[in-house]
């Protein structure tokens, strides 16, 4: 897959799909997440729908520049202690806008899950002209007051997984089935597929942990999400059990004009029975943005 330098050196791998001359549409991982969390099914229906559409591995998973620096410590995070930080969200966003310059693409639609929506949000309000629809699923406004994770999901969030492949995927399998949708269970088939893919292109546990610092260091943006004039969808799970559902219902009313659309018995995870109500209201959500309406409250 090819690579893309954007931003002080740092360098993304990224897989593209469809035609390019069709409308560009970015999707954005969440957590410690690679490029192959969005599925390739997932990708080509967006494909049928129209767009040309563009993967891509954060910094410091998967492919692209694994950073140096201080090695975050999840408790010291988690009572408040930032200093290991060696990025935040804006950082990342950047890293986004450089992509884009490498493709040539002037705006795309940007769509992001959990992290990744934090990415997503942050892109549209500090590089306005490159967003033209924006959706955020399963994510928050870093506002300490909402979408904290209920205790089983914290504990499966910051519990170190095995180093070896086979200790890994039990990890990341007995993981996802914490945070996962009650309604609509895993195919643990394809999850330990996902998850050994991943783990063979890269197993970086560090990088999760400059991630997750760089999230929590990156503080409350409701007021910077207040500046989003992007037509804007919030898709969050009813039983999300990561970020809980307050925490999107926060990013919606922070956003000028943006749809919450709360799914019932969706966790912290993007089931496929799920993906044609995904792609209807990302299509949806693009259309508004096409017309230059603003998104309906």
Same mark, same amino acid.
């Given at each position: ?86 990025? !935040? =969200?804006?950082?990342?966003?950047? #890293? ?7 493709? @040539?693409? +002037?705006? &795309? ?122 037509? !804007? =969808?919030?898709?969050?799970?009813? #039983? ?7 925490? @999107?219902? +926060?990013? &919606? ?45």
């Amino acid at each position: 897959m090819p690579r893309a330098q954007v931003n002080n050196g740092i360098e993304l791998e990224y897989e593209t799909f469809g035609d390019q001359t069709r409308p560009a549409l970015l999707l954005i991982m969440g957590l410690g997440v690679q490029m192959l969390g969005w599925d390739e099914r997932f990708c080509n229906a967006l494909v049928d729908r129209g767009f040309f559409v563009i993967r891509f591995d954060n910094r410091d998973v998967g492919l692209s520049t694994h950073t140096e620096g201080p090695i975050p410590n999840p408790l010291e995070l988690m009572g408040g202690n930032y200093s290991s930080a060696s990025y !935040t =969200l804006d950082d990342l966003a950047d #890293d986004t806008a450089g992509l884009l310059d490498h493709l @040539g693409i +002037a705006a &795309a639609h940007v769509v992001g899950a959990s992290m990744g929506g934090m990415v997503a949000q942050t892109l549209a309000a500090k590089h306005p002209e490159r967003v033209l629809s924006l959706t955020s699923i399963m994510s928050t406004t870093g506002n300490s007051e909402v979408g904290q994770p209920k205790p089983e999901a914290l504990t499966a969030l910051i519990t170190p997984m095995p180093g070896d492949r086979a200790g890994y995927i039990e990890g990341a399998v007995s993981a996802f089935k914490v945070i996962g949708s009650p309604k609509y269970p895993a195919d643990e088939e394809r999850l330990r597929d996902v998850v050994g893919r991943s783990y063979d292109r890269s197993y970086n546990p560090v990088g999760f942990l400059r991630q997750l610092a760089g999230i929590m260091a990156s503080g409350d943006r409701t007021e910077t999400l207040r500046q989003i004039k992007a037509p !804007t =969808l919030v898709i969050h799970g009813e #039983d999300d059990p990561l970020i809980v559902k307050s925490g @999107g219902e +926060a990013t &919606a009313a922070a956003i000028p004009g943006a749809k919450l659309v709360v799914i019932p018995g969706m966790g912290h995870d993007l089931p496929p029975e799920l993906w044609p109500q995904f792609i209807d209201e990302i299509v949806e959500n693009t259309e508004r943005a096409a017309v230059g309406g603003p998104a309906p409250g």
